[in-house]
């Protein structure tokens, strides 16, 4: 694994996007939050807040209720109780669709669409008209570089690697410098090499636009990489807090050991509680 500091967060350098100023809200204030999918409730009573400006990790094995956390944050789940605020607004509102960028599990790119034809289309929704158009092949240009693409800025999406799909979709949350960034599993299937230069890339997004990053794994040294950590299992938050505070804390050297430490905990006291109320 690689020794990865992320360093604390900055905003000295900030070409565009508005920085995040203290009295600003947090960008997600979650309170009792439930959220019921089926005959499952698959969020339970969830209490945490995600601090702008900062990448936020959100960990946890398979099935443990990332994803809909996420479209929860991003306003497209139902049956969703408690409060969730994005950005200081109730999550779903109007006004948060051209604050937030969401990138799902499956690339949301068009295969007979070159590159920067994707990203032109994607650009005229969120800024039509042909006023803004300009402004929209300069956004268009500068997400392109930020995602390392510009030498396939006129490949068709369908003739590219799955890494560089991957990258695609990504710009396409970049396009109008969104305050959130909310991406799930933007690293699953990538070689160690593009795992290593994306992170970097969440790294600089983060401190020169002061955007604010959610971003979910399942890979645990992925971790090390985050500023901030929400680590779930089976619908509840382990742990908030940072990676140092973690290891600290369970007195673990790793991540990956501190989340299996909380487990062991999490499971041992599931079944005190199942013992008393079974007496
Ligand atoms: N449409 C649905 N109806 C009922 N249950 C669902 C539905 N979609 C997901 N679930 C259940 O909700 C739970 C959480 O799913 P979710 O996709 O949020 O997990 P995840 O942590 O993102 O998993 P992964 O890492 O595999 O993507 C799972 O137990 C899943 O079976």
New binding site residues.
């Given amino acids: 694994m690689m020794n990865y500091s992320p360093g604390p967060p900055t905003n000295d350098d900030t070409p565009f996007g508005t920085p995040p100023t203290p009295s600003a809200p947090p960008a997600v204030r979650a309170e009792d939050l439930t959220v019921v999918?089926?005959p499952?409730t698959?969020l339970r009573a969830l209490d945490f807040t995600v601090p702008r400006g900062q990448i936020t990790g959100l960990l946890?094995?398979?099935?443990?209720?990332?994803?809909?956390?996420m479209r929860a944050i991003v306003g497209t789940q139902a049956k969703v109780t408690g409060t969730l605020d994005v950005l200081g607004s109730p999550a779903g509102h109007p006004t948060l669709r051209t604050r937030i960028g969401y990138v799902t599990?499956a690339p949301s790119v068009y295969d007979d669409l070159t590159v920067r034809q994707n990203l032109d289309y994607f650009a005229a929704i969120l800024a039509p008209g042909r006023a803004a158009s300009e402004h929209r092949h300069h956004d268009v240009t500068r997400t392109i570089a930020d995602v390392d693409l510009t030498s396939h800025a006129d490949a068709l999406a369908g003739n590219l690697s799955g890494g560089q799909r991957s990258r695609v979709s990504l710009a396409v949350a970049l396009l109008g410098t969104p305050e959130l960034l909310v991406l799930d599993?933007p690293t699953v299937g990538l070689d160690p090499v593009l795992r290593r230069d994306l992170w970097n890339l969440f790294h600089d997004i983060a401190a020169r636009r002061g955007a604010t990053l959610l971003i979910?794994s399942?890979v645990m040294d992925e971790a090390e990489r985050c500023h901030r950590l929400l680590l779930?299992r089976e619908g509840r938050i382990l742990a908030d807090d940072t990676p140092d505070a973690l290891r600290t804390r369970t007195h673990t050297d790793t991540v990956e050991a501190a989340f299996l430490h909380l487990v062991d905990e999490a499971i041992a006291a599931d079944r005190t509680q199942e013992k008393e109320t079974t007496r």
């Avoid at 946890?60 to 956390?69: A, I, R």
């Fill in positions: 999918r089926g499952r698959v946890g094995p398979s099935g443990c209720g990332k994803s809909t956390l599990q599993e979910s399942h779930m």
